[in-house]
């Protein structure tokens, strides 16, 4: 082997300009692989970090996820008589027996749940009328399963702990109405509540809708006004470990009867787009690598063209022809090896330099920094991937160099 290796390297330094230039090849596309991969890798996780942090891992509603089976179908399955235009027992929507329901939840381990009353309300305020998103709520529950207490730019959700007349509402509403904490305005259900209520905090989230339409009051409150009595519609549910919320989610709908829906089924399209994506940002800069892999090609096939003579010696000498395709072997291995490491050099310094660079997207005040991913399975892969296409372009010459037979190269010479 010690042989071998001595060859393979007299082969690349007695072509200088040749090696040099399938070396840059391997080092360019190894620091072009990690600089894209997390620049991409990087967009991938921010993105689901922000979909994970601001919206429900499970989300547990009062419905079901296939009607229910009617009691003649059950009694007469096959029954040639169907009945129509018979209207339901009208019945308050909601999740029945909600509290045990919630105990249940709450003994989860890793788990963090708060009930929900959601419906519609029309609010009215010096002659102005808006229809908005009435959402009840326990204000110590809400903190731990979302993130609106962080966007609170005015009051708190302690103040409307400590008010049952109490309600939030977003900046865009704050905006339009000319409210401000204290300010009093009406709330009427679509059921015929109506109440008078004092606004004890503003939120403000970014999205324009979100501000306008969403309000939040206490969840007794919202029984109330919604006619409503001891219900809740949703429960809100955050996960120690997000990555476990479809296997809980089904275990849940299992155990409570209730649809539940975990992050990942409610994002599926968005989350096959960022798929699809990795495998055209991947198959990109991996042929990045695969060019640069004929550099190595035509360098090594020149030198079996130029060493056909000393094959032959060697083969004469006693040299088999696997230890003749090791020596061409282990060229490739030694650009691939060289050029992985200095490519890995470069490309955290690209990486470097892509995570100082800022960006201010038009109409945001906050200044962006690129995200970049420095996860240790890139550095692997593009490695990997850079030993094995330098191994895959030494093979075919090297493997031509093996066949090599030297009685009629020898022969050929004389």
Not at 6 to 15: C, K
Request: hydrophobic residues 50%; aromatic residues 6%.
């Amino acid at each position: 082997m010690s042989i071998a290796l001595d060859v393979a390297l007299t082969h690349l330094t007695s072509r200088k300009r040749q090696t040099f230039v399938s070396l840059t090849g391997v080092v360019l596309g190894v620091a072009f692989f990690l600089a894209v991969s997390s620049l991409m890798r990087g967009s991938e996780k921010d993105f689901i970090k922000r979909l994970v942090d601001n919206s429900p891992h499970i989300t547990v509603s009062d419905e079901y996820r296939t009607a229910a089976v009617q009691p003649a179908e059950l009694r007469w399955p096959d029954g040639a008589v169907a009945i129509a235009h018979v209207k339901p027992q009208n019945e308050t929507r909601g999740i029945r027996g909600y509290r045990d329901k919630l105990a249940y939840i709450e003994t989860l381990p890793g788990v963090r749940v708060a009930p929900f009353l959601v419906g519609s309300a029309l609010l009215t305020f010096a002659g102005r009328l808006q229809a908005v998103t009435l959402t009840g709520v326990v204000p110590a529950q809400m903190k731990g399963v979302t993130t609106i207490e962080e966007k609170m730019v005015e009051g708190s959700l302690d103040a409307l702990a400590a008010n049952p007349n109490g309600v939030i509402v977003g900046r865009a509403l704050a905006d339009r109405f000319g409210l401000r904490l204290g300010s009093t305005l009406s709330v009427v259900a679509p059921s015929g509540g109506n109440r008078q209520m004092k606004v004890v905090g503003i939120f403000r989230t970014g999205n324009a809708n979100y501000d306008l339409e969403q309000t939040y009051a206490l969840l007794k409150r919202a029984q109330s006004l919604l006619d409503r009595p001891n219900r809740a519609n949703r429960f809100i549910i955050q996960l120690d470990d997000p990555y476990g919320a479809r296997d809980l989610a089904l275990a849940l709908e299992a155990r409570l009867g209730y649809k539940a829906v975990s992050w990942v089924e409610a994002s599926e399209d968005v989350l096959s787009v960022l798929l699809i994506r990795n495998i055209i940002m991947y198959s990109v800069v991996s042929a990045i690598l695969v060019v640069a892999s004929f550099g190595i090609y035509n360098t090594i096939s020149t030198i079996v063209m130029e060493k056909t003579r000393d094959i032959a010696i060697l083969k004469s000498m006693g040299f088999h022809a696997r230890d003749v395709r090791n020596i061409f072997l282990i060229e490739g291995l030694i650009v691939g090896l060289l050029g992985s490491l200095l490519g890995l050099g470069l490309g955290v310094g690209l990486m470097r330099a892509l995570a100082a660079v800022t960006v201010k997207p038009p109409g945001v005040t906050e200044i962006v920094h690129l995200p970049i991913w420095w996860g240790p399975e890139q550095y692997a892969m593009a490695a990997a991937f850079a030993l094995g296409s330098c191994l895959a372009a030494a093979y075919l010459p090297a493997r031509k160099a093996g066949r090599v037979h030297p009685v009629d190269i020898l022969r050929g010479a004389t």
